[in-house]
């Protein structure tokens, strides 16, 4: 089977982009310190008119090599603990750090919040499959936050998924087995980031 990218656009469209070949991104060494390197060098040396969401194609690729090199990020999950259901192994964090990366770990059958995250973001399936529910705004003056859905796609192993800053989805484990996935985002705005409420046409800070 075809390995397929995607892009996740602001209206919740689901949309093919082409997946680098496997053997063109095989490397003898392709450390995660190095990737992290890859991504920051990659976003420093975006022009200022331009924002990081454009540079998802190269981010989607570099993604794609560290998964194709790496069995240690297949290796990195937490253990299943949480009463949520969903637990975070987190790969790297320091204060003032441009990105959040991390592995996260999703029990058969939990659903999250329907949400954004108020920055791109791009998520590679190691193992499981999700099906991912988008929604695209349908706000008006006096109901900004009013949102219907637009698509739905279940995603399986090795399939990258990449998300503009307003996109909205709802994410659900499915299958009998457990979902792991490789999470990369950009720098969050907290105040951009909500969880949505469709029958009240509400949200709250997420």
Known sequence: ??????????????????????????????????????????????????????????????????????????????????????????LYDEIGYPLTVQNVLSMPGVVSPIHNHGTWGVTV??????????????????QPFKIEPAAERVFGPGEIVSFMPETIHQVTTVGETPTLTFQLYGDTQPQARFEFQPEQATAKAF
């Open 1 to 90: 089977m075809e390995i397929t990218d995607w892009l996740v656009t602001a209206t919740g469209e689901c949309q093919p982009r082409p997946a680098a070949k496997a053997w063109d991104l095989i490397r003898d060494r392709y450390y995660f310190h190095r990737f992290l390197t890859d991504i920051t060098d990659l976003l420093d040396q975006a022009p200022h008119e331009l924002e990081e969401w454009n540079f998802l194609p190269q981010i989607r690729m570099r993604v794609r090599q560290l998964f194709t090199n790496s069995y240690w990020l297949k290796t990195q999950q937490p253990d299943p603990t949480s009463k949520a259901g969903v637990s975070i192994f987190t």
């Open 125 to 142: 399936i190691i193992k499981g499959q999700e099906k991912h529910t988008f929604w695209r705004s349908a706000g008006s003056q006096h």
